[in-house]
Nanobody, 122 residues
Framework: QVQLAESGGRWVPAGGSLRLSCVVS????????LAWFRQAPGKDREFLAA????????LYSDAAQGRFTINRDNAKHTVWLEMNSLNPEDTAVYLC???????????????WGQGTQVTVGQ
């Protein structure tokens, strides 16, 4: 129902910063929350941050708190994730998702993008 397309992933050196974007289209009228997850090979999908589309209230994981920032531009139908102080442990595919609730579980989100690869050098 909702289409999401991430972009901005690339190789960055340890300690660097990166901004990921997610453009949302389709049936977005009732979309209440957008979230960023990441998934490394062989690992479970990990919640990072979420934001309410209306109002902008945010929720962060412990790993993201203080280091990552989620925001959105309703007019541009875009949500982004600013990441600072990156380290090799941050290497993963980063995905954006849409759902009805701002939660930490990936099961709460019904629509997903294809992901964008972030690789952090040592």
């Amino acid at each position: 129902q909702v289409q999401l397309a991430e972009s901005g992933g690339r190789w960055v050196p340890a300690g660097g910063s990166l901004r990921l974007s997610c453009v949302v289209s389709g049936r977005t009228y009732d979309m209440a929350a957008l979230a960023w997850f990441r998934q490394a090979p062989g690992k479970d999908r990990e919640f990072l941050a979420a934001i309410r589309w209306i109002g902008g209230r945010t929720l962060y994981s412990d790993a993201a708190q203080g280091r990552f920032t989620i925001n959105r531009d309703n007019a541009k139908h875009t949500v982004w994730l600013e990441m600072n102080s990156l380290n090799p442990e941050d290497t993963a595919v980063y995905l954006c998702a849409a759902g009805s609730y701002m939660r930490r579980s990936p099961d709460e989100y019904g629509d997903w993008g294809q992901g964008t690869q972030v690789t952090v050098g040592q």
